[in-house]
Nanobody
Framework: QVQLVESGGGLVQAGDSLRLSCAAS????????MGWFRQAPGKEREFVAA???????YYADSAKGRFTISRDNAKNTMYLQMNSLKPEDTAVYYC?????????????????WGQGTQVTVSS
């Protein structure tokens, strides 16, 4: 079992930055691919970014160049640095853990989920 707790969300203005954190329980954190997803009202949950235990990273087109995913396996924590935020980034952001190698952009492939943290970007 892995328990995930997100933090760092909030209300910011367009162009501002936020850093989200995802703290994980368990001793096998480094073996999981970790991902960030987001869900806006009335929309499906969408992939934002993922990072493998070895450090390889993957981004949605909407996140490339503005967001940076990272992890600290010693602290069992993953981060999402979000810069140049836009109103369309407004959503609940979820972190998730995936024990499989494939499907890192697919929400259904993730085994564990956090409760989510709200990010609101005003124009």
């Amino acid at each position: 079992q892995v328990q995930l707790v997100e933090s760092g969300g909030g209300l910011v203005q367009a162009g501002d930055s936020l850093r989200l954190s995802c703290a994980a329980s368990g001793r096998t954190f480094s073996s999981y691919t970790m991902g960030w997803f987001r869900q806006a009202p009335g929309k499906e949950r969408e992939f934002v970014a993922a990072i493998r235990g070895s450090g390889g990273t993957y981004y949605a087109d909407s996140a490339k160049g503005r967001f940076t995913i990272s992890r600290d396996n010693a602290k069992n924590t993953m981060y999402l640095q979000m810069n140049s935020l836009k109103p369309e980034d407004t959503a609940v952001y979820y972190c998730a853990a995936n024990s499989a190698y494939f499907g890192l952009t697919i929400a259904a492939k993730y085994d564990y989920w956090g409760q989510g943290t709200q990010v609101t970007v005003s124009s």
